[in-house]
């Protein structure tokens, strides 16, 4: 019989996804319309993270769809990047309520999907968007100082940057944003993965 040839990952992010939208881990189940677990290219070399789901994402399932996702669409595309080549998540994959950050307990429930997805992907490099991905997977560091620079941690390259909703309405975060993301596309093209910065450099 017939069967399709799904690019390596596709079923297990499927599965890790599947588990998501009926997961009951944390309290932010209880208000969600849809879980988001993120979308993209199961081989992709660049992973976005940012916080968690907003109004239209979790309307429609789907990461970054509303006023932050236009930046970034913008952000990506400028840059030469297509969002089918990435692969787009959260730290937690349901909406707080109001949109609060989430708590430490509901990110400490919702890592392990990350991590998972992280496992399947392989990504070259992770870029964080803004200070909960920074805070969540590397520590309290400043993002302002962060930004633009890559750190290695745990075997994976990270870059810093803002987060779009940040960005929206500061025309020169936007500016610095649209930069960050131009230069995420030029260390795709070099391989600088031995060559993040130590995090001792932040202390
Ligand atoms: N903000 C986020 O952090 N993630 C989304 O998916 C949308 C807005
Ligand atoms: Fe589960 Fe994460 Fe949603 Fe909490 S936020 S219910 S841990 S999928």
Not at 17 to 37: D, F, M, Q, S, W
Not at 104 to 113: H, I, N, S, V
Not at 158 to 169: E, K, Q, R, V
Request: with cysteine; glycine share 6%.
């Amino acid at each position: 019989m017939f069967k399709a040839v799904l690019m390596p990952g596709a079923n297990e992010l499927e599965k890790i996804a599947a588990e998501i939208v009926t997961c009951v881990k944390c309290p932010l189940h209880k208000n969600r319309a849809n879980a988001v677990p993120g979308e993209g290219n199961p081989r992709a070399e660049v992973m976005l993270i940012g916080e968690a789901p907003g109004a239209e994402e979790d309307k429609q399932g789907r990461p970054f769809v509303g006023a932050a996702g236009r930046l970034l669409n913008e952000a990506l595309e400028k840059a030469g990047f297509s969002r089918e080549e990435v692969f787009i998540t959260n730290i937690v994959k349901c909406r707080p309520p109001r949109n609060r950050v989430p708590t430490e307990d509901e990110r400490r429930a919702c890592l392990p999907y990350l991590h998972r997805q992280l496992e399947v992907i392989k990504p070259k490099i992770i870029c964080l968007l803004g200070r909960t991905p920074l805070e969540t997977l590397i520590g309290p560091y400043s993002i302002s100082k962060m930004r633009g620079r890559t750190i290695e941690k745990d075997g994976w390259l990270f870059f810093l940057t803002y987060h779009p909703a940040a960005a929206i309405y500061n025309p020169s975060l936007k500016e610095q944003f649209l930069k960050d993301i131009q230069k995420l596309r030029e260390l795709i093209h070099r391989d600088e993965r031995r060559r993040g910065s130590s995090l001792d450099e932040f202390l």
